[in-house]
């Protein structure tokens, strides 16, 4: 019988330590870890900044597994039947990662934990926050260094600067770093004892991360806290002043 079974449905956000917290879960033997961290069922759904992201049938896609894979789970009968069956035996957590969540409301909240609750699933939820200014730049940064221009920056921009002030002021930035709007749709759905809210500043200390484990009921690690996971190369020292 299938019991005790937990979803973890990361709800943001980006540059915050989500990537950190997906390798803390897959090191855990009761973690079902599926073909990917981020799924982006959700945002592409319901977030017309990331419709255009949704997958098409095609050739390409078929001959590619993990390509079909995503395209199968952005159907959502299929999403939820494929993380019931992913959370077999001893693997009873798995999860949804994807940062982008940032941006869901209050409906669809309820949908995914009704959804999940009719397979005897429960649904907690994380929300990693860091210094907006800080979270700014190392968004730009990591998104000069592997040359994406799809979030804001113009193509082939290469100056940091004029970078900054181009994201400071578009619907990405204000989705990925207004904390507050996640954070109040998600406490009109899940009670406190189901929501765990870090801060990518301590989150790597001793107590936060047995805060952390004992929230997603896993082991602590205490040596995997000292793990740079998808560090962003480069610093800077722009000011909140010089965006003004």
Not at 173 to 202: D, K, M
Request: one cysteine or more; glycine letters at 4%; aromatic letters at 14%.
């Amino acid at each position: 019988m299938k019991h005790n079974r937990t979803f973890i449905l990361g709800l943001g956000h980006q540059k915050c330590g989500t990537s950190w917290l997906y390798e803390y879960l897959c090191r855990s033997n009761k973690f079902a870890n599926g073909f990917a961290k981020e799924y982006h069922v959700w945002d592409r759904r319901d977030i017309p900044l990331f419709a255009h992201y949704k997958s098409h049938l095609s050739l390409r896609t078929l001959i590619s597994p993990k390509k079909y894979q995503r395209y199968k789970v952005e159907n959502t009968n299929y999403y939820f039947s494929y993380f019931d069956k992913l959370m077999n035996g001893d693997k009873v957590i798995s999860a949804d990662i994807s940062p982008s969540y940032s941006g869901l409301k209050f409906d669809r909240l309820e949908y995914i934990k009704k959804r999940f609750s009719e397979k005897c699933i429960k649904t907690k939820v994380v929300i990693l926050v860091r210094e907006p200014l800080s979270r700014i730049k190392s968004a730009v940064l990591f998104n000069l260094n592997r040359n994406n221009y799809s979030e804001g920056i113009s193509l082939n921009q290469t100056n940091f600067e004029s970078a900054l002030i181009e994201y400071y002021k578009t619907k990405h930035c204000s989705l990925r770093t207004n904390y507050q709007n996640i954070i109040q749709e998600a406490e009109g759905v899940f009670s406190p004892n189901n929501i765990h809210i870090g801060f990518y500043e301590n989150m790597f200390e001793i107590s936060e991360v047995e805060r952390l484990s004992k929230f997603l009921q896993v082991e602590p690690n205490h040596q995997f806290a000292k793990v740079i996971v998808n560090k962003t190369r480069g610093d800077t020292q722009i000011t909140e002043s010089d965006l003004q």
